[in-house]
């Protein structure tokens, strides 16, 4: 069954401490997959699309790596405005359905 | 701004009622995705158009129902509502038939009381 698992649930870090944030995933076979940041009872907002192990891409503060079995997200000197929840979505082989992971709440305390 | 719009923002309405929640995607896009989320599972997948036709069906229940319409706005229609039911709905635009980049509105948020 394919499957997408985030981890940590909720990591609170403080100003200034770089962190990885983990997505692990177990489908047949992978089309993309793509972070998101969402704020609080706000809509979930496009990060990045990756397609295949080895890919990185870089966004300000944060960098989105691809391994074959998960991807991480890396923030890097972070501040307070990159509180929020980091959703994970995979779109497998099989279907044209996105798998979305529960996703990590970041905390950053000044 | 996505350039997704949704309406309206905030609706609170009884059990058994009927409720209607609009959207219109992004300029050029022509899918668009209806999701639920709730605080206890997440962001769930409910239904996807493509140019007017249903292209992919996730989780959606039966009383749940949803078209496009030629000038590509959606409407997701949710009918006997129940307390469950409460959540918010989010739509989501992209430009071609495949759940890529994806764009989303702000929400509505449905009561159910």
């Known amino acids: 069954e394919d499957q997408v698992t985030q981890s940590p649930e909720a990591l609170r870090l403080q100003e200034g401490e770089s962190s990885s944030l983990n997505c692990s995933y177990t489908?047949?076979?992978?089309?993309?997959l793509f972070w998101y940041r969402q704020d609080p009872g706000k809509g979930p907002e496009f990060l990045f699309t990756?397609?295949?192990?080895?890919e990185e891409k870089e966004k300000e503060r944060l960098k989105a790596t691809l391994t074959k079995k998960e991807s991480f997200l890396h923030i890097t000197a972070p501040k307070p405005e990159d509180s929020a929840t980091y959703l994970c979505?995979?779109?497998?082989?099989?279907?044209?359905?996105?798998?979305w992971g529960a996703g990590t709440k970041l905390i950053i305390k000044p | 701004d996505s350039g997704v719009t949704q309406t309206p923002k905030h609706l609170i309405t009884a059990t058994g009622q009927r409720v209607t929640l609009r959207c219109s995607p992004r300029s050029g896009d022509l899918s668009v995705y209806w999701y639920q989320q709730s605080l206890d599972q997440g962001l769930q997948f409910l239904i996807q158009y493509y140019n007017g036709e249903e292209r992919a069906k996730g989780n959606i229940l039966e009383r749940f129902s949803a078209q496009q319409f030629p000038d590509l706005h959606s409407e997701l229609n949710l009918s006997s509502l129940e307390l469950g039911d409460s959540a918010l709905y989010f739509c989501?635009?992209?430009?071609?038939?495949?759940?890529?980049?994806?764009?989303f509105g702000p929400g509505t948020r449905l009561t159910v009381t």
């Open positions: 979505a995979v779109l497998p082989d099989s279907n044209y359905q996105l798998i």
């Open positions: 990756l397609y295949s192990a080895g």
């Open positions: 989501a635009s992209s430009d071609g038939d495949g759940p890529y980049e994806q764009y």
């Open positions: 489908v047949s076979g992978l089309r993309g």
